[in-house]
């Protein structure tokens, strides 16, 4: 299983892209990258996930290098509620053992 | 219906009571997961059923004991628990293997005295 290396904490204003690294650097070849949202007393949430290069949905980017040993999610625009703890996951598209990382916990000021 | 849902929402049990953890999901998700979270600390896994079989026991003290009634259903047992077990624990399903992304519920919030 590959493991993940986060920033522990970020900081960031209201209005601002804030952008979230992971590095990876035992990655496998079958290995998807999934990011996960997670409030406080609440269950992690699904964002965004990708293989390689570059995928976007309505609320995150994830940005993939050729070789694959990082991923960076991109947060436009963040707001007071995106004030929560982000973890990167990295695991086989056919297995059922995901491990979460530490996580980044980003708070938003205003 | 898109949701897991876990009852109770919070619990508190004494050491020599056996209480149980439901958790509960109408989206025909083939596995469905138990995770324990302690406070500040990353979700760790315990269990996984796949078609309603055990697939996966991360180690876990037998005094945790899981279920898989039918393929909507997950229980968790619990029995003589210690102090350091008090934690949030999360279930979650997922349609097919857990790299296709998990639903997860709020959790129980258990607390032993």
């Known amino acids: 299983l590959a493991k993940t290396t986060q920033p522990i904490s970020m900081d960031s204003y209201e209005g601002q892209e804030v952008n979230i690294t992971c590095s990876h650097n035992n990655i496998a070849t079958n290995d998807y990258i999934t990011w996960y949202q997670q409030f406080p007393s609440q269950g992690p949430r699904f964002i965004i996930q990708?293989?390689?290069t570059k995928v976007t949905n309505e609320v995150a980017s994830l940005f993939i290098p050729a070789d694959r040993k990082s991923s960076t999610l991109s947060l436009p625009r963040v707001s007071l509620s995106d004030t929560a703890v982000y973890y990167c996951?990295?695991?086989?598209?056919?297995?059922?053992?995901?491990?979460f990382g530490t996580g980044t916990r980003l708070q938003v000021f205003p | 219906d898109t949701e897991v849902t876990q009852t109770p929402k919070h619990l508190v049990m004494g050491m020599t009571n056996k209480k149980s953890l439901k958790c509960e999901q109408h989206m025909g998700h083939r596995a469905m997961y138990w995770y324990k979270q302690k406070a500040k600390k990353p979700p760790e896994l315990m269990f996984v059923y796949s078609y309603e079989k055990l697939s996966i026991n991360e180690s876990v003290p037998s005094r945790f004991s899981p279920e898989c009634p039918n393929s909507s259903l997950l229980n968790l047992h619990l029995h003589a628990l210690q102090p350091e077990d008090s934690a949030l624990y999360l279930c979650a399903s997922s349609q097919e293997t857990a790299v296709y992304g998990y639903t997860f519920g709020s959790g129980t919030r258990l607390t032993v005295v």
């Open positions: 996951l990295v695991g086989d598209w056919g297995t059922d053992k995901l491990i």
């Open positions: 990708g293989y390689k």
